[in-house]
């Protein structure tokens, strides 16, 4: 199984990024992407995040190869991105395993994006 990232940029209006409570939020596009999935593009998992310009996407994708991984994702995306009324002028900024999307969103987090509450001691 691969991890896939995918970066969905929301659509601008007059020059500027529609506000979020205005859009699609990850929770519907996660949604939609389960119900649009085919079977053999292997989709087992969806994690959603909104930011200010658009949604973070981790699409957790079983195929043989990281290739094919990559590819079945980006259209899956597409096919989102072009069937769905909800979302258009969205657009697919970026798909695959680059760390460089991760690390970025890690760093304007101020470090807090991969955080996790601390387990009580028993």
């Known amino acids: 199984m691969y991890l896939i990232n995918a970066h969905l940029r929301a659509p601008e209006i007059e020059g500027r990024l529609a506000p979020p409570g205005g859009r699609m939020s990850a929770r ?3 949604r ?6 085919e079977p053999e593009e292997g989709l087992e998992h969806v994690y ?3 930011h200010a310009d658009g949604v973070d ?6 195929r043989p190869t ?3 991984a990559e590819s079945a994702a980006a259209r899956l995306c ?4 072009d069937g769905v009324p909800g979302l ?3 657009s697919l900024a970026g798909c695959g395993t680059d760390l460089v999307l991760a690390l970025a969103r890690f760093k304007a987090s101020g470090g807090q ?4 509450p601390a387990i009580a001691a028993r």
Do not use: H, K
Request: aromatic share 6%; hydrophobic share 55%; charged share 25%.
């Open 88 to 90: 258009a002028g969205w």
């Open 57 to 62: 996407l981790g699409l957790f994708i079983r």
């Open 113 to 116: 994006a991969c955080q996790r």
């Open 66 to 68: 990281l290739d094919a």
């Open 78 to 81: 597409a096919r989102c991105l």
């Open 28 to 30: 519907e596009i996660r």
């Open 32 to 37: 939609l992407l389960l119900m649009l999935a």
């Open 48 to 50: 959603g995040e909104d």
